[in-house]
């Protein structure tokens, strides 16, 4: 069972930023394609950005591609979202996720088995 544990998130002012980072478990994690999704209450889980094996295809929603960059350090089993221009509306639980069956897709075609617990990000107006 692969393990995803997010952290970085916090309180931060409107045009601040903020980093996350999701350390998984997997033995595999540099063959794993990973993701970052939010969620507010009530609201359904909210596509962020996704990463492909080798950095060389990532894709993003509409809603923070200019504003938010997905990394990988594959050898420290690691995904990053970097934050940036954060509005209050970005406010959420953010989770990375993970596709586990090492096989190489597309980004736009991911199938999340893992998830993290959730790390939550509050933007102050």
């Known amino acids: 069972q692969v393990q995803l544990v997010e952290s970085g998130g916090g309180l931060v002012q409107a045009g601040g930023s903020l980093r996350l980072s999701c350390t998984t478990s997997?033995?595999?994690?540099?063959?794993?394609?990973m993701g970052w999704f939010r969620q507010t209450p009530g609201k359904s889980r909210e596509f962020l950005a996704a990463?492909?094996?080798?950095?060389?295809?990532?894709h993003y929603a509409d809603s923070v591609k200019v504003r938010f960059t997905i990394s990988r350090d594959n050898a420290k089993n690691t995904v990053y979202l970097q934050m940036d221009g954060l509005k209050p509306e970005d406010t959420a639980v953010y989770y990375c996720?993970?596709?586990?069956?090492?096989?190489?897709?597309?980004?736009?075609?991911?199938?999340?088995?893992?998830w993290g617990q959730g790390t939550q990000v509050t933007v102050s107006s």
């Open positions: 990463i492909n094996w080798s950095d060389e295809e990532t």
């Open positions: 997997g033995r595999a994690f540099s063959k794993y394609g």
């Open positions: 996720a993970a596709d586990t069956s090492e096989v190489r897709r597309s980004p736009l075609l991911f199938l999340y088995d893992a």
